[in-house]
Each structure stands twice: as structure tokens, then as C-alpha cells.
């Protein structure tokens, strides 16, 4: 079983930064999927960025250029630097894990978000104008 914590959520002013931590427990064989997915109230579950085993990164469009996503497989942990926050990237964010494959495109994976086999429970975003 795999458990993932996320924490760093807060609230910021637009052009400021987070950085958002995801703590895996539990064995996570390779290869393997780790992504970020973020939900605003009212929209569906989207992908915002992703990495796999090999290290291979993928982003939203939406994201390119602002967010960065990296792993460190010694702590066990996911991360996503978030810079040049705008007030659209307000949402609950969530850390999710596919075990046994790499990543998709960043669209697959947000038509198929429910694929994911493991996911944390969020944290949340705010970003203020």
C-alpha cells in the first residue's frame, strides 16, 4: 500500500510562489507515474504536471514555463515549485501515483485522472489578485 501526504498549500498574491511537497510511504516499484493534478470548485480534476522513473517531465500548457515539477527518490518525495502564481491556479491540489507504467500525456491523464492508483487527499491553493 502507498500512502501520499501532500503539504505547502497556502494563500498568495498573484506573481508569487509555492512550492507543494507530496511524502510517499510504502514501496513504489518502477517504473512508475507521479503526478500532480489540481480541482477548482465547479471544474473537473485536470493535470498540472507529471514525472516519471526515468525522469521524464510533462506540463500542462497552462502551466509551461511557471510550474516545475521534480522528485527526490531518496526522501520519498514529490515536489512542485509554483512561480508567477496567477488567481486561475487557485484549486485544491492533489498528489497522485500510477504504479507499474509511465506517464501519459498530460490530456490522457486528465480525461483518465481516475486511473491514478493512488492518490492524497489535497491541498489547497489560493491565489489573490
Known amino acids: 500500500q502507498v500512502q501520499l501526504v501532500e503539504s505547502g498549500g497556502g494563500s498568495v498574491q498573484a506573481g508569487g510562489s509555492l512550492r507543494l511537497s507530496c511524502a510517499a510511504s510504502g514501496y513504489i516499484r518502477r517504473p512508475y507515474c507521479m503526478a500532480w493534478f489540481r480541482q477548482a470548485p465547479g471544474k473537473e480534476r485536470e493535470g498540472v504536471a507529471a514525472?516519471?522513473?526515468?525522469?521524464?517531465?510533462r506540463y500542462a500548457d497552462s502551466v509551461k514555463g511557471r510550474f516545475t515539477i521534480s522528485q527526490d527518490n531518496a526522501k520519498n518525495t514529490l515536489y512542485l515549485q509554483m512561480d508567477s502564481l496567477k488567481p486561475e491556479d487557485t484549486a485544491m491540489y492533489y498528489c497522485a501515483a500510477d504504479l507499474g507504467q509511465g506517464c501519459a500525456t498530460i490530456a490522457t491523464m486528465s480525461l483518465f485522472y481516475y486511473g491514478m492508483d493512488y492518490w492524497g487527499k489535497g491541498t489547497l491553493v489560493t491565489i489573490s489578485s
Open positions: 514525472i516519471d522513473s526515468d525522469g521524464t517531465t
